[in-house]
């Protein structure tokens, strides 16, 4: 007997399935992903996103990168803007014949997030064997608990208590001008922009320590930064019903948006 699928009223078989579009990252979560923003006619960061794609297909399919970036980088190009600012998502996904594809998702990026207030998730995140610059498209377990909580971000803990991230942000605490960020544990991801503000730290002689963070930590610092690639870093302006001060955050913010773009050119 052979596989087949029902969909649209019709019943397909395996040798028509590419017609469906259906991928292992639908059955099974297999959809490694990065996402790029475009500014002012540059993608920022652009070679630390590829090499994010290069080691996640390997990992997960033992996939040479090589065969995909030339088409990547020629979608890229055909996508492209001079002007505006713009969201753009490459997801790799392994159809149910087992090729490998990618497909890029692009539209204008309008930041209206406002004011950041955090709180710290119900969730307890527990250790796993993905490694730590593997990014997955499912987020269902965040967006449900985000809906029914009336703040912008959750922050995760795991079972040993320590601080990990957010749900789509690295996270950093600071405090008496030490820049505090979680490692590299299972349950953080290796972020692009984590990695982009850590370098601007250190460059600019900052104390920066990526070190083991408990709830006391969270509790006890004066500001807290979000970072994701889409975004850049960010300062929340509440944790739970405490207000979180700024004012570091306002001494190296544009600074650092000019060191990531000019990042790939130094």
């Known amino acids: 007997m052979s596989a087949n699928i029902f969909y649209n009223h019709q019943i397909f078989t395996p040798e028509n399935w590419d ?10 979560g297999e959809s490694p992903f990065t996402t790029i923003r475009l500014s002012g006619g540059s993608f920022l960061g652009l070679n630390h996103h590829l090499r994010r794609l290069a080691r996640s297909i390997y990992f997960l399919w033992n996939s040479d990168f090589k065969e995909f970036e030339k088409q990547i980088l020629d979608g890229l190009k055909s996508l492209h803007e001079n002007e505006g600012e713009f969201y753009f998502r490459i997801t790799f996904v392994k159809n149910l014949n087992n090729e490998v594809d990618f497909f890029i998702y692009k539209l204008p990026f309008v930041d209206n ?4 207030h955090l709180e710290v998730s119900n969730t307890i995140k527990g250790k796993g064997e993905l490694p730590n610059y593997l990014k997955i498209g499912n987020y269902t377990e965040h967006s449900c608990e985000l809906r029914k909580r009336s703040c912008s971000e959750l922050i995760y803990f795991n079972y040993e208590g320590e601080l990990l991230e957010c ?3 690295n996270i950093f605490l600071i405090k008496d001008q030490t820049i505090l960020t979680p490692s590299l544990v299972p349950g953080v991801l290796d972020g692009i922009c984590r990695s982009f503000l850590l370098d601007f730290l250190r460059s600019k002689n900052f104390i920066v320590r990526e070190t083991k963070l408990l709830r006391d930590d969270l509790e006890t610092c004066d500001e807290v930064w979000l970072t994701n690639a889409l975004r850049g870093v960010r300062a929340a302006h509440l944790l739970g019903t405490r207000k979180l001060e700024r004012k ?8 650092f948006i000019t060191f990531v773009r000019n990042y790939d050119q130094a």
């Open 19 to 28: 017609k469906l579009g259906l991928n292992r990252g639908l059955f099974f």
């Open 167 to 169: 749900g789509t942000n």
């Open 113 to 116: 997030e406002g004011e950041l």
């Open 248 to 255: 570091f955050f306002k001494e190296i913010d544009e600074e």
